[in-house]
């Protein structure tokens, strides 16, 4: 079993894959939603994607870790194209998103990734994964916190939160984040056990929900301290 505390990611995690790295990171995500991400080595990933070089995924990301993050990136790049487009429609009038609107943000481009045949992607079986797992959850994370979409999104909805304390309400979107994206993962897993149904008008109630019940909680006045 290898950990990001194994190795340093590789600089080249954020470069577009050759067409060999992207077999590869195809094949570690199949394997990593069939087998959990404990169960597959470098090796073995190298062998399914057909490579001779057993040590492809070193050669190619520098690491396991490297190919996670690399895959992470690959698959968070639409997701971010999206809310950055998004954000863009929202700013075209000239007046500053509203809190809900800023919300829907955080949360919708995300959650799109539902509406994806099943086969199409494990991503989101993957950070169902990751997520539990303090050094795999750090590192997907950090890769999110690249987005500048998202931290715009994030510095917008902050400076409408001036009835909160800094603290509070930096602390509030700190939890918003992680708890969106461990909320997509569920009704990912759930999708694919059947509990949750794939029409889109199955996830378009639970989202405009999710999207109220984030709001409310952001937005709520602090608690009162003795």
Do not use: C
Not at 77 to 103: C, F, I, K, W
Not at 121 to 137: E, G, I, K, N, V
Request: aromatic share 4%; glycine share 6%; hydrophobic share 40%.
């Amino acid at each position: 079993m290898e950990t990001p505390a194994d190795h340093h990611a590789p600089a080249t995690a954020a470069q577009a894959p050759s067409p060999s790295a992207l077999t590869l990171l195809h094949t570690a995500e199949q394997l990593i939603a069939e087998q959990g991400i404990d169960g597959v080595s470098s090796r073995e990933i190298a062998r399914r994607a057909g490579q001779k070089n057993h040590s492809a995924v070193n050669y190619n990301f520098g690491s396991f870790e490297g190919l996670v993050e690399a895959l992470i990136h690959y698959r968070v790049e639409p997701v971010n194209r999206r809310r950055e487009q998004q954000l863009a429609r929202a700013q075209a009038a000239g007046a500053t998103p509203s809190l809900r609107e800023l919300v829907d943000l955080m949360i919708r481009p995300l959650a799109e990734e539902l509406l994806q045949p099943p086969g199409h992607t494990h991503y989101l079986s993957l950070l169902a994964q990751l997520l539990p797992r303090p050094p795999w959850r750090e590192l997907f994370m950090r890769n999110r916190a690249r987005s500048g979409a998202l931290r715009e999104v994030s510095a917008l909805a902050e400076a409408q939160l001036t009835h909160l304390p800094p603290r509070v309400r930096q602390e509030r979107l700190r939890l918003l984040g992680g708890h969106i994206v461990q909320v997509v993962a569920e009704w990912d897993t759930q999708r694919r056990s059947g509990e949750l149904g794939s029409a889109p008008e199955e996830l378009a109630w639970r989202l405009d929900d999710f999207i109220h019940y984030s709001l409310a909680g952001l937005s709520a006045p602090a608690p009162q301290r003795d």
